[in-house]
Structure formats: structure tokens, C-alpha cells
């Protein structure tokens, strides 16, 4: 199984950003998704996820501001982020709890890099 995330780039404060990261493989089952990200020198931190069934969890800096969402038949996780500010400049990272192969296990896709600068 590997996760493949896109949708990186650059833009100004205030602007928006959606990323996307699909999962791809034979006879998986996909549990929760999330977005963690990373910026240089701090620890990698939890943005959002999100269970099967739809519930959601957001990191407290991001709340009220970032989406996440999900498309199961696509094995697909979205993250709608609005109002970007330069501190959420950082490495951005997919994550999934995959069940394959009658193991589960965390998976990561390989970071799309977000900077918000003017």
C-alpha cells in the first residue's frame, strides 16, 4: 500500500490550499486518516483526522480554519485549508491505519511542502 499526497505549494497569508492524498494497492482496508505536518525544527504534529464513519479531530491551531474530508470509494483524504498564515508553513504529511495483508498498520505518504508567505 502507498499513500501519494499532492496539492502543495506556495501562497500568500490568507489564502487557501487543498491537499489530497490517495491510497493505492491490492486488498486494503482503510480505517482512520490524517494530516500531520512538520516544520523545520519542531516536532511533527497532528493537523486533522478523521475515522471511518466521518468524525473529525483538529489540531487546536488549525480549528475553525482547515477541513478535512474524506472519499472512501476513492481512498482518498482531503485537507481544505483557508486562511493560511505563515506559521502554518511546513512539511505536510499524509497518514493512514491501514489494514492489509491481516496486519494493521500506520502508513505515510512521502510530504508536500506548504509555505505561506507574502
Known amino acids: 500500500v502507498q499513500l501519494q499526497a499532492s496539492g502543495g505549494g506556495l501562497v500568500q497569508p490568507g489564502g487557501s490550499l487543498r491537499l489530497s492524498c490517495a491510497a493505492s494497492?491490492?486488498?486494503?482496508?482503510?480505517?482512520?486518516m490524517a494530516w500531520y505536518r512538520q516544520a523545520p525544527g519542531e516536532k511533527r504534529e497532528l493537523v486533522a483526522e478523521?475515522?471511518?464513519?466521518?468524525?473529525?479531530n483538529y489540531g487546536d491551531s488549525v480549528e475553525d480554519r482547515f477541513t478535512i474530508s474524506r472519499d472512501n470509494p476513492k481512498n482518498t483524504v482531503y485537507l481544505q485549508m483557508t486562511s493560511l498564515k505563515p506559521e502554518d508553513t511546513a512539511v505536510y504529511y499524509c497518514?493512514?491505519?491501514?489494514?492489509?495483508?491481516?496486519?494493521?498498520?500506520?502508513?505515510w505518504g512521502q510530504g508536500t511542502q506548504v509555505t505561506v508567505s507574502s
Open positions: 497518514n493512514a491505519y491501514i489494514l492489509s495483508r491481516g496486519r494493521a498498520n500506520d502508513y
Open positions: 494497492g491490492s486488498s486494503f482496508v482503510i480505517y482512520s
Open positions: 478523521i475515522a471511518t464513519g466521518g468524525n473529525t
